[in-house]
Each structure stands twice: as structure tokens, then as C-alpha cells.
């Protein structure tokens, strides 16, 4: 069973607590399914509970009841559930159910909220959380997914449509949006799931970058440390340690003994500590005289 699936399935299972979600509801299921276009008088689903759930709904809310046909699959084990509407006048019937009342029936933001599951449960899916962060509904038109949008931009959430072909569709990426709609819509298995998803890959992510840092510092350290021993080699092999000025000796010596040494660390080694910046100092002096040679 896929992750929509069994976000699906989820969702399917809450039912509206007030007639105005259950008539959001109903509009999101009809709109998206299509039902409620010219022409289409079926809608085709692989999930026994939406097809149910399409059946009590157009029951409950228009008062029509619709035949829920049950066929195998061709090409493979399972069932393909057709929710069909019994003739025209019964189509006539559910169509008057929101005739005029479309901008009411998402006033308020519980209505949304039903409308949006409504939505999903018929052309949404979610990919799983652990391959990516994204929601898709195939709304199929242009003028659906305006409509998604702006029922969307009601709740702060945001996404993008897209024309496949001659359909349409409407995206959303991100994991704090999808969290927040599937909080909205009530999937807390979706919330949990995503959520533990995420806490993961932010957990390696932040691990990821503390290593790169400290890698980073560490070729820092050992690129300044070659050039600042090899500065140091051919002061040597000029003059000699005792060519090197007396209160550079015991850092010059350090530095050759130790090239891995952070500068705090060769600072702790002298036999007089002294500061980070004032070993820097003395360091550069070093490459400083070395130059000159």
C-alpha cells in the first residue's frame, strides 16, 4: 500500500462535525472528482474506502445515491471501484446542491479545512517523506487549480500548477507546508511520519556541516603549518637556529615539532603562554624573515 494510500484512508475515516463542513467536503470530493462537470457522470478509484466514502457523501449531502461498481483488475490482484451517478436528473440534482453558493461554502476556515480534504482524497497524492518533500493534485484544468490556490492562500499555504498534456495540476513543496495542509486536513500520520523525516535529515544535515567545518579548519591549519615550517627550514638552513631572532626560537621549534598544532594549542606549549594572535604574530614574522632571505 502506497504512503497516499494510507494518508488517504486516514483521512477518510474523519467525519464533518457541522452541515457546513460536510457541504465543503462534499465540494472538494464532486469538484475534483469531476462529478460535477458536464459530461462525467463516474468517478474511478483503486481504494474501496474512497469509493464509500464518495457513496455516503452524495447520499447524505445532495440525497442522491449513487452505484459504487466493484471490477477486478485486468493486469494485476485488487479491484477497480467505480462511483457512478444513476442517470441525469439525478446529476441535475447534485449540481443544484452547490448551485450559487460557491463562494459561501469556504467562509469559514474549518470549512477549508474539509473542503482541502475533500480535495486531496480524490487527485491528491504525497510522495513518502524519506524519497521528497512533495504534494501533487491533479486538478485538470486551469481553472481548478486557481481555485486550489486561492483556497490554499486562505490558510497561508502556497504552491504552483503546472500543465501536463492537456491537464493540469497543482503542486506543493516543502516539508513545513505539506506538515502544516495535512495538520490542517487531519492526517497525523502524515504529520508524524514527515515530522520524523525531517528531524533526521536536519539531524545529518547539521552533523554534515559541523564535520565539513571542522575538516575545513583543519586544512586551514595544515596549509598555514606547511607554509609557516617551510618558512622556518630556510631560516635554518641559512643561519642556523641561531640566526633566528631569540624570541622567535621556541615557537619556530614548536611549530617544526608539532605542524599539527592549532595555534591555541602551540600558545598552551610555550614555556611562557601567550595569546593566540601573539603566536599568529610571531609566526608571520617568521615567513616575514624567511622572505627577506
Not at 234 to 251: A, D, S, V
Amino acid at each position: 500500500m502506497s504512503y497516499s494510500t494510507v494518508a488517504k484512508n486516514e483521512l477518510c475515516q474523519i467525519r464533518p462535525e457541522s452541515d457546513c463542513c460536510a457541504l465543503a467536503e462534499a465540494y472538494g470530493l464532486l469538484l475534483y472528482s469531476r462529478l460535477l462537470s458536464e459530461g462525467h457522470d463516474s468517478y474511478a478509484t483503486e481504494t474501496k474506502e474512497i469509493a464509500m466514502l464518495m457513496g455516503e457523501t452524495t447520499a447524505s449531502v445532495c440525497g442522491v445515491y449513487t452505484d459504487v461498481i466493484t471490477l477486478p483488475k485486468s493486469n494485476s490482484n485488487g479491484h477497480r471501484y467505480i462511483v457512478k451517478i444513476p442517470n441525469a436528473e439525478q446529476k441535475k440534482l447534485i449540481c443544484s446542491r452547490f448551485a450559487g453558493t460557491n463562494g459561501g461554502i469556504l467562509d469559514k476556515e474549518c470549512c477549508v479545512a474539509a473542503f482541502l480534504r475533500g480535495v486531496f482524497i480524490v487527485c491528491g497524492t504525497v510522495t513518502e517523506p524519506s524519497r521528497d518533500y512533495h504534494m501533487e493534485f491533479l486538478a485538470g484544468s486551469e481553472r481548478r487549480c486557481e481555485i486550489l490556490s486561492d483556497t490554499l492562500g486562505r490558510i497561508g499555504l502556497h504552491g504552483n500548477k503546472l500543465q501536463r498534456g492537456d491537464r493540469w495540476l497543482f503542486y506543493i513543496k516543502g516539508a513545513d507546508d505539506i506538515i502544516s495542509l495535512m495538520k490542517k486536513m487531519g492526517s497525523m500520520y502524515s504529520v508524524q511520519s514527515i515530522e520524523q523525516t525531517k528531524n533526521v535529515r536536519d539531524f545529518r544535515n547539521n552533523a554534515n556541516r559541523l564535520v565539513n567545518c571542522d575538516q575545513a579548519n583543519i586544512d586551514r591549519t595544515l596549509s598555514a603549518s606547511a607554509q609557516q615550517c617551510a618558512a622556518i627550514r630556510r631560516l635554518i638552513q641559512k643561519c642556523g637556529y641561531i640566526g633566528i631572532p631569540p624570541e622567535l626560537r621556541e615557537i619556530a621549534r614548536l611549530r617544526l615539532e608539532n605542524p599539527e598544532m592549532t595555534l591555541r594549542e602551540l600558545s598552551e606549549s610555550l614555556s611562557e603562554p601567550i595569546t593566540r594572535s601573539g603566536v599568529n604574530h610571531r609566526l608571520k614574522k617568521l615567513i616575514e624573515l624567511a622572505d627577506e632571505i
